[in-house]
């Protein structure tokens, strides 16, 4: 089982950053994302907790071999699952693989965090990617590609999401490590 951490902060508001959040996609930053697709969502009517499920669709090149051995293609999905309540400013998306799913289990969470003193968001990245089923003989090598892409993706959506604010609410100076 592999694992990633990241942090990162955006020089806006949460209020700010959380809206840009949903629509951070379609974005030349990050064209390995080519849908997004609303499933379902709901307000709770006691709590006023927004819940949004979404499809997400990606295209992006898979190793020779695993498109060998299980004759697939390009295009992978995701479910995710975000929750926001406005009233404690608290804004979580859970992110579970379904491509590939009998194979690995890739799982992230996302929060954004308010920073009233700083007028900032802080963002936390989490996953954790293991390899399931058939491909234990393959453990490594897969987990250590999944991580791999999945590091170099984080970094193109944050540099995604700093577009989305610039276009949204005018340039700010971002940090010089995404």
Not at 30 to 40: G, I, R, T, Y
Not at 151 to 163: I, T
Request: aromatic content about 10%; proline content about 4%.
């Amino acid at each position: 089982m592999k694992f990633f951490q990241a942090t990162h902060d955006y020089p806006h508001s949460w209020d700010k950053v959380t809206s840009a959040v949903w629509k951070k996609y379609p974005n030349e930053k990050a064209a390995h994302v080519v849908a997004v697709d609303v499933l379902n969502q709901w307000v709770d009517p006691e709590t006023g907790m927004l819940t949004v499920e979404r499809l997400i669709t990606c295209k992006q090149s898979v190793p020779a071999l695993i498109k060998r051995i299980f004759n697939t293609d390009d295009v992978t999905h995701a479910r995710e699952v975000v929750t926001v309540n406005p009233k404690t400013q608290e804004f979580e998306a859970k992110t579970v693989n379904l491509s590939f799913a009998n194979l690995m289990a890739i799982e992230e969470t996302c929060k954004y965090i308010p920073q009233p003193q700083s007028q900032s968001t802080s963002f936390e990245q989490y996953a954790q990617i293991a390899v399931v089923g058939k491909l234990w003989r393959l453990t490594d090598y897969v987990e250590d590609f999944s991580l791999n892409r999945f590091k170099e993706n984080a970094v193109v959506g944050r540099e995604a999401m700093h577009l989305v604010l610039e276009r949204l609410f005018g340039a700010t100076a971002a940090p010089a490590s995404l």
